[in-house]
């Protein structure tokens, strides 16, 4: 048993993981490079002997070199779970019309040659992946908490030796989806170290900082920006502002509240928050509640969904031109891409904005930039003062911290032979690999960084 990290490897974008075995090849995820990583979407690796592609979940740097590994000569099956089934194509269509802007016609002819090869399976059920007639593996999805229809897989060889790979882990206690459960065995764990070397803030007091954050912005007036990923992030910071408004609001407050416009400018995201709601299913035992309550975390009265390019545009103009209050989720997170550029290049000047960075962003990216405080940015080309407040917010991220990769680890009954660490800057790397021996956690520590 062999396995080759094609990406993942030095930073967190571009997951790609080879398993190869005497019965045959695996891959898993087939993910973007994106930021300081950025390279070329061309598959420099063999695919015509891979017997399956495993897809984790539907984030584009976990799927978003798809269409070039089918270009490659890849065609065989697709496994994944129903909802990231369903995100797929949504995530994909994006993707190709951005990067390469392909007409609708082109991008639904690659979108119909993906569904035919897709396989959904069901949480928790085992599924046999063959080579011909012989069994490679059998592999189960179960849960990971990150986004809807995320999952890490457990890999059962002929063997029974069990390898899983995490994919991205969600952290734990978050309202909208149910927390990541350790696998009853695992020999190698491959797993991910985003935050090997940070812990956030706490979950249970991110929608009060949330909360401090607007209620400060309401005395100066101006805009909040909150650059979200469509996928997890945007939901999440929905169902918080819903819990505030309905929640935690005097009379006062409710008033001062009631004219801040909560838009959503975004079609990907609303799609996608569409389809949180179609896998309630899937959901948190808090957030069912709600639903009980006939409150509708995703979907409340006060969020304004902007379609078109010209409404969008519009908005831009009128936001720079009054500084009245709005908050504007849009994307793309890392602000390396889609309508937030918009925002950003108008509002960045003004003292009045703040812009709430709710998720990683990654080096060589626009969002990094504004984390570490550059006071002029770049944006199409154009140099934009940035007079506004940036605020960094780790309680939203969709990414387990150190103590929860390592509380998932300890979690798995029989210590694993080996764990390998992914998707991490060298520093998480390091940290988190320097913490898993000091615990005994592994009979082995392998860093990808140090792989070649």
Request: with cysteine; proline share 5%; charged share 25%.
């Amino acid at each position: 048993m062999h396995i080759t990290h094609h990406g993942a490897k030095t930073g967190v974008t571009g997951s790609c993981h080879q398993l190869t075995t005497e019965s045959g090849k695996l891959l898993i995820d087939c993910g973007l490079f994106q930021g300081e990583e950025a390279r070329s979407l061309d598959i420099e690796f063999d695919v015509h002997d891979i017997d399956a592609l495993i897809l984790t979940h539907a984030h584009i740097d976990h799927i978003g070199r798809l269409p070039w590994l089918l270009a490659a000569g890849f065609n065989s099956p697709i496994y994944c779970t129903l909802a990231t089934a369903k995100l797929i194509p949504m995530m994909l269509d994006d993707a190709l019309r951005l990067q390469l802007g392909l007409k609708r016609k082109d991008r639904q002819r690659i979108l119909k040659l993906i569904d035919s090869l897709t396989v959904p399976v069901h949480y928790g059920v085992w599924r046999s992946v063959n080579h011909k007639s012989d069994l490679v593996a059998d592999i189960r999805f179960q849960p990971a908490g990150h986004i809807l229809g995320s999952a890490f897989v457990e890999v059962k060889l002929p063997s029974k030796e069990v390898i899983v790979f995490s994919g991205d882990l969600g952290p734990n206690n978050t309202p909208l989806l149910p927390d990541p459960m350790p696998p009853e065995r695992a020999d190698v764990l491959v797993i991910e170290s985003t935050y090997g070397d940070g812990v956030h803030e706490s979950i249970e007091h991110r929608a009060q900082r949330l909360k401090a954050l607007i209620d400060r912005s309401l005395l100066d007036g101006g805009v909040i920006l909150i650059p979200a990923f469509s996928v997890g992030r945007t939901q999440e910071l929905l169902f918080d502002i819903e819990a505030i408004i309905t929640t935690q609001l005097d009379d006062l407050e409710k008033r001062e509240w009631s004219k801040i416009p909560v838009i959503l400018d975004s079609p990907m995201a609303a799609k996608v928050t569409d389809q949180y709601r179609e896998f309630k299913t899937l959901w948190s035992e808090e957030a069912k509640t709600r639903l009980e309550a006939d409150r509708h975390p995703l979907a409340f009265e006060q969020c304004i969904t902007i379609d078109s390019h010209s409404d969008h545009q519009a908005l831009v103009n009128r936001l720079k031109q009054t500084g009245e209050p709005a908050i504007v989720v849009a994307a793309s997170g890392m602000c390396n891409g889609g309508r937030i550029l918009n925002y950003l290049k108008a509002l960045l000047p003004d003292a009045r904005t703040d812009v709430i960075l709710a998720g990683y962003q990654a080096r060589g990216t626009l969002g990094r930039k504004l984390q570490r405080g550059e006071k002029q940015v770049e944006i199409d080309n154009q140099p934009i003062d940035v007079s506004a407040h940036i605020h960094t917010m780790s309680g939203y991220s969709a990414h387990a911290d150190k103590n929860e990769l390592l509380q998932f680890i300890e979690g798995i009954p029989a210590k694993p032979k080996e764990i390998r660490i992914v998707h991490g800057d060298a520093e998480a790397q390091e940290a988190l690999a320097k913490e898993i021996k000091q615990r005994g956690l592994a009979e082995r520590v392998v860093m990808a960084k140090d792989r070649d």
